[in-house]
């Protein structure tokens, strides 16, 4: 099974870097770095589908595709 799509990006609003996972609803994680972020959200997703495992709940199969757009 393919993994699923992390989004990594800077919020001026929270003061910090944001890594969020779209095919798992509010499955999201704050750090002071990407690095962070990142480690941060991986915890999160694991979480994410334990939970969803012992509520009997369906895990989503892998599926954003996020748009790269290109500036000449």
Do not use: V
Request: charged share 25%; with cysteine; proline share 8%.
């Amino acid at each position: 099974m393919a993994d699923y799509h992390i989004n990594l990006f800077y919020s001026d609003e929270d003061g910090g870097w944001i890594a969020d996972i779209p095919d798992l609803a509010l499955c999201s994680a704050f750090g002071g770095t990407p690095e962070e972020a990142l480690r941060e959200a991986m915890i999160a997703k694991e979480a994410w589908l334990a939970a969803a495992r012992e509520l009997g709940r369906p895990i989503p199969e892998p599926r954003y595709r996020p748009a790269i757009y290109q500036t000449a």
